[in-house]
């Protein structure tokens, strides 16, 4: 437990850690865009003060030409209507010679002008402005304007005092600064909660991880269940989920595994305990007959017989539970193989006084491989002629299409009952106990065809003919 609460402390500090970073990163440029927006309006305003002063420099210069030259009492009133309070007005020659200051008398005291910053941008590019500069004259801070008039050879300078009210005119709107830190709250809110459902989601995935590798029990479901609805939730669902299809798929493996071994076991122990009592018998008894003997001999061989067919089908098997993508895939040639069977099988069935009837057409390609092919065919025709009975028929049939060959394989005999057919095709399974080992079956035939079928592509399944037989319904892609 103290292990699992680390785990969850460490979680927990994971989802804090990047609310921070993220919080830390969008602080900064909130921070930038606040700064950049109080710049932008404070240079938008200031840029406003100085276009209606030089507005008023322009009226005033245009003034001074319609009074036909300087005269201070004309400019002193004509500055005196001007409405905004405290405007000082300077008019200055191209060599910095104060020609009028409506502030300061007499003009030929006061300093040349021609360095004042203001004056140097002006006689630069016709017009120039400083934010909150020292007037040594005046003993006061200023907004100065200053504006050239090439033509009339004197340039105007209009200057506001730098006091509380013109700072609180140039200062930005807050509005709009208020609702982008308002907006940020906002937005911060709500990735607090994202990153709280998110921590949450790793929580939970972090502790089924610990407990599945503790190999502690759980309770998948209710795990699946605890975590967010987020995408993250369900892909976390869906590997809880997942993982407990595996372990059960793991646990059937293994169960599989066990009864597979305990049935090749007893399968095995069969024949080994046959052929160790006939030699046994041989051996301990040397005044037995030679007849006798001989039965024995072939008993023992028989039984060897048995003993190598169980030992090839269950490694017909393992090949294909193994090599799912190693199979020889070529063009084979489905009619070919089971005429071949036919011939090979023909003195079992005039034994048996049987008959196929084969209705395939001369040729059915199929892109397969040929021995898998065979082994369905042989199986399900030596199941036919083992189990059907004498004198009865099997009859081979088949449909196709573009994408498949659709197979039936018949037979009149005895058949199967109906609660024995969903089993046959498991590995070992008898419908009688000892009805293989009479005709000689390893109880393997038909979990080799339904492999088979399924390596390409297909499907079998086996019904009750109504007259009785058994009919197998397969299906064979042509292009597996």
Same mark, same amino acid.
């Given at each position: 437990?103290?292990?699992?609460?680390?785990?969850?402390?460490?979680?927990?500090?994971?989802?804090?850690?990047?609310?921070i970073?993220?919080?830390?990163?969008?602080?900064?440029?909130?921070?930038?865009?606040?700064?950049?927006?109080?710049?932008?309006?404070?240079?938008?305003?200031?840029?406003?003060?100085?276009?209606?002063?030089?507005?008023?420099n322009?009226?005033?210069?245009?003034?001074?030409a319609?009074?036909?030259g300087?005269?201070?009492?004309?400019?002193?009133?004509?500055?005196?209507?001007?409405?905004?309070?405290g405007?000082?007005?300077?008019?200055?020659?191209?060599?910095?010679?104060?020609?009028?200051?409506?502030?300061q008398?007499?003009?030929?005291?006061?300093?040349?002008?021609?360095?004042?910053?203001?004056?140097?941008?002006?006689?630069?590019?016709?017009?120039?402005?400083?934010?909150?500069?020292?007037?040594?004259?005046?003993?006061?801070?200023?907004?100065?304007?200053?504006?050239?008039?090439?033509?009339?050879?004197?340039?105007?300078?209009?200057?506001?005092?730098?006091?509380?009210?013109?700072?609180?005119?140039?200062?930005?709107?807050?509005?709009?600064?208020?609702?982008?830190?308002?907006?940020?709250?906002?937005?911060?809110?709500?990735?607090?909660l994202?990153?709280?459902? %998110?921590?949450?989601?790793? +929580? #939970?995935?972090? *502790?089924? /991880?610990? &407990?599945?590798?503790?190999?502690? $029990?759980?309770?998948?479901?209710?795990?699946?269940?605890?975590?967010?609805?987020?995408?993250?939730?369900?892909?976390?669902?869906?590997?809880?989920?997942?993982?407990k299809?595996?372990?059960?798929?793991?646990?059937?493996?293994?169960?599989?595994?066990?009864?597979?071994?305990?049935?090749?076991?007893?399968?095995?122990?069969?024949?080994?305990?046959?052929?160790?009592?006939?030699?046994?018998?041989?051996?301990?008894?040397?005044?037995?007959?030679?007849?006798?003997?001989?039965?024995? %001999?072939r008993?023992?061989y +028989? #039984?060897?017989? *048995?003993? /190598?067919? &169980?030992?090839?089908?269950i490694? $017909?098997?393992?090949?294909?539970?193994?090599?799912?993508h190693?199979?020889?895939?070529?063009?084979?040639?489905?009619?070919?193989?089971?005429?071949?069977?036919?011939?090979?099988?023909?003195?079992?069935?005039?034994?048996?006084?049987?008959?196929?009837?084969?209705?395939?057409?001369?040729?059915?390609?199929?892109?397969?491989?040929?021995?898998?092919?065979?082994?369905?065919?042989?199986?399900?025709?030596?199941?036919?002629?083992?189990?059907?009975?004498?004198?009865?028929?099997?009859?081979?049939?088949?449909?196709?299409?573009?994408?498949?060959?659709?197979?039936? &394989?018949?037979?009149?005999?005895t058949?199967?009952?109906?609660?024995?057919?969903?089993?046959?095709?498991?590995?070992?399974?008898?419908?009688?106990?000892?009805?293989?080992?009479?005709?000689?079956?390893?109880?393997?035939g038909?979990?080799?065809?339904?492999?088979?079928?399924?390596?390409h592509?297909?499907?079998?399944?086996?019904?009750?003919?109504?007259?009785?037989?058994?009919?197998?319904?397969?299906?064979?892609?042509?292009?597996?």
């Amino acid at each position: 437990m103290t292990g699992r609460r680390k785990t969850m402390k460490h979680t927990t500090s994971l989802s804090r850690q990047l609310f921070i970073t993220v919080l830390m990163l969008f602080s900064v440029f909130v921070a930038g865009f606040v700064s950049y927006q109080y710049q932008r309006e404070k240079q938008f305003k200031i840029g406003l003060l100085h276009t209606r002063l030089k507005d008023y420099n322009h009226q005033l210069a245009e003034s001074i030409a319609d009074m036909g030259g300087l005269k201070d009492s004309v400019l002193t009133a004509y500055v005196g209507n001007h409405p905004l309070r405290g405007l000082r007005i300077t008019l200055l020659d191209i060599r910095g010679k104060v020609l009028y200051d409506n502030g300061q008398h007499p003009y030929s005291s006061m300093a040349n002008h021609l360095e004042r910053p203001e004056v140097k941008r002006a006689l630069i590019s016709g017009e120039g402005f400083e934010i909150n500069r020292h007037s040594d004259t005046m003993n006061e801070n200023y907004f100065y304007a200053a504006t050239y008039f090439p033509r009339q050879g004197i340039i105007v300078r209009t200057a506001l005092p730098y006091d509380f009210e013109l700072e609180e005119y140039l200062r930005a709107d807050m509005t709009s600064i208020c609702m982008t830190l308002v907006a940020s709250i906002f937005i911060m809110a709500v990735f607090w909660l994202y990153t709280r459902r %998110l921590g949450k989601s790793i +929580a #939970q995935l972090r *502790r089924f /991880a610990t &407990l599945a590798g503790s190999g502690e $029990s759980y309770d998948a479901e209710r795990e699946a269940a605890a975590f967010p609805d987020t995408e993250l939730g369900e892909i976390s669902q869906n590997i809880v989920l997942l993982y407990k299809r595996l372990q059960e798929s793991q646990e059937d493996k293994l169960r599989l595994k066990r009864q597979l071994t305990q049935n090749i076991s007893h399968e095995l122990n069969t024949p080994v305990a046959s052929i160790h009592g006939y030699l046994e018998t041989i051996l301990n008894n040397p005044d037995i007959t030679e007849e006798q003997r001989d039965n024995f %001999l072939r008993r023992c061989y +028989a #039984q060897s017989e *048995r003993l /190598a067919q &169980l030992v090839q089908d269950i490694s $017909s098997l393992n090949r294909m539970d193994e090599v799912l993508h190693s199979l020889n895939m070529q063009v084979t040639d489905i009619a070919a193989i089971v005429h071949d069977i036919q011939q090979e099988v023909a003195l079992q069935l005039a034994e048996h006084h049987m008959t196929i009837t084969n209705t395939l057409g001369s040729t059915l390609p199929i892109m397969g491989d040929a021995s898998m092919i065979y082994s369905i065919f042989r199986n399900l025709i030596d199941n036919a002629i083992a189990y059907s009975g004498e004198g009865t028929a099997i009859v081979i049939r088949c449909v196709e299409d573009k994408d498949w060959y659709h197979f039936r &394989l018949s037979d009149n005999g005895t058949g199967i009952p109906e609660e024995h057919i969903p089993h046959i095709f498991e590995r070992f399974y008898r419908v009688d106990k000892g009805r293989r080992r009479t005709f000689g079956g390893t109880g393997l035939g038909l979990a080799i065809v339904k492999n088979a079928v399924m390596l390409h592509g297909g499907n079998i399944t086996a019904s009750a003919m109504p007259g009785g037989g058994v009919e197998f319904a397969f299906s064979l892609k042509r292009r597996a």
